[in-house]
């Protein structure tokens, strides 16, 4: 068995290197492991293309009480990445 990589931990998650049939289990985990370290600002980079990866990217983020906020990067990315404000840990909606 294949032994897993180690992804840095540092608020920029580059889907371009990972099969999008991973995104639903990655993403929640990057976001709860990134606010366990204290990071709160967290960019995804999904790119631009058809837009159904980044509309999955915002079906995951309006279903995590972890995120209080998101929007698209207003940086030269454009479209292609989703800046994320995650609530302190702890904190969680109801």
Known sequence: ???AAE???NGILDLHT???RDVGS???EYL???RDKG???VRIIHGKGTGALRRQV???LDALPMVASYELAGDRSGWG???VHLRPAGFEEA
Do not use: D, G, Q, W
Request: aromatic residues 8%.
């Open 58 to 60: 915002h079906r995951i």
């Open 39 to 41: 990071i709160r600002r």
């Open 81 to 83: 990445a989703t800046v």
């Open 32 to 34: 709860r492991v990134c």
């Open 26 to 28: 990655l993403v929640p």
């Open 7 to 9: 992804y840095p931990i």
């Open 1 to 3: 068995m294949a032994e």
């Open 18 to 20: 990972f099969a999008p």
